[in-house]
């Protein structure tokens, strides 16, 4: 059977079994794990993680892709398919809970599965991600460097970096016009106060250009002043960008802000 990658959904199918051998050590697979995985497409990965792990939520939001993975899988039992958007899915109602994320993420959704899952999906313990370079390099990037965003802050205070490879653009189908990579981290102890953090993070980001009490005043989050005077609370100035910050320092700004903003 024949299947048409949909544009619309970032659909580029994984078919070369090659790379899962590196996906298999990053994700540090065990007989008892518990993994979910997202944007499963022809179950290439979906069968390989079925034959090594306890159980695999596969999510697909592509109903028409149902059989095939249900032929791919070959009555499975280990392998639990859910249709449906993984952006608006309770994942955490899973049962068994998963442990790790390990997925060839569609293109258009990546970013946003990965940074909801930090805080909403407790259970999860590690990630190994397939997405575009340029998103994986976001990751863990540096601040003052132009990869450096609200991504790469969320990520860096909820986990620690464990492995990267690049991915040609040849294990895929259709084959990409970007190049790949995965990224494999690990969960640390999120912040006191996390969800407040991460509302001031995105509202930092949301007008990089500008300065932070700028952008903070801008994104509705606080007022010029009240941001100005927190910064020079954590011995930053009122000129100092988001891009500038450290992901602590946003701990420490809004524990600041946090009795009057959040």
């Not at 199918?13 to 518990?34: C, K, M, S, W, Y």
């Not at 189908?173 to 969800?195: I, K, Q």
Request: hydrophobic residues 45%; neutral net charge.
């Amino acid at each position: 059977m024949s299947v048409t990658p949909r544009k619309e959904l970032g659909q580029h199918f994984l078919v070369d079994e090659n790379i899962l051998g590196v996906i298999g050590r990053l994700a540090e697979l065990r007989p008892d794990d518990v993994v979910l995985e997202i944007g499963p497409g022809l179950g290439v990965l979906t069968t390989y993680l079925a034959d090594r792990v306890e159980v695999v939520h596969a999510v697909e939001l592509d109903r028409s892709l149902e059989s095939r993975l249900a032929e791919r899988l070959g009555g499975r039992t280990n392998a639990r398919l859910v249709i449906g958007d993984a952006l608006s899915l309770d994942l955490a109602a899973l049962d068994p809970p998963p442990a790790k994320l390990v997925s060839n993420l569609p293109y258009n959704v990546a970013t946003p599965i990965v940074v909801e899952s930090l805080d909403g999906l407790p259970s999860l313990r590690s990630w190994c991600v397939m997405v575009q370079r340029e998103v994986a390099d976001r990751f863990f990037a540096q601040p003052g460097t132009k990869a450096y965003g609200a991504v790469s802050v969320l990520l860096q205070l909820a986990s620690t970096r464990t492995g990267f490879h690049p991915v040609s653009r040849e294990v895929f189908r259709p084959r990409p016009n970007v190049d790949s990579a995965l990224v494999a981290f690990r969960r640390t102890p999120l912040p006191e106060g996390y969800a407040a953090i991460k509302r001031l993070v995105e509202a930092a980001f949301a007008h990089r250009r500008k300065t932070l009490p700028n952008s903070l005043a801008l994104a509705g989050f606080a007022d010029r002043e009240r941001a100005a005077t927190a910064l020079a609370q954590i011995s930053r100035g009122a000129a100092t960008r988001a891009e500038a910050l450290e992901p602590r320092e946003f701990v420490a700004l809004a524990a600041v802000l946090e009795p009057a903003e959040c």
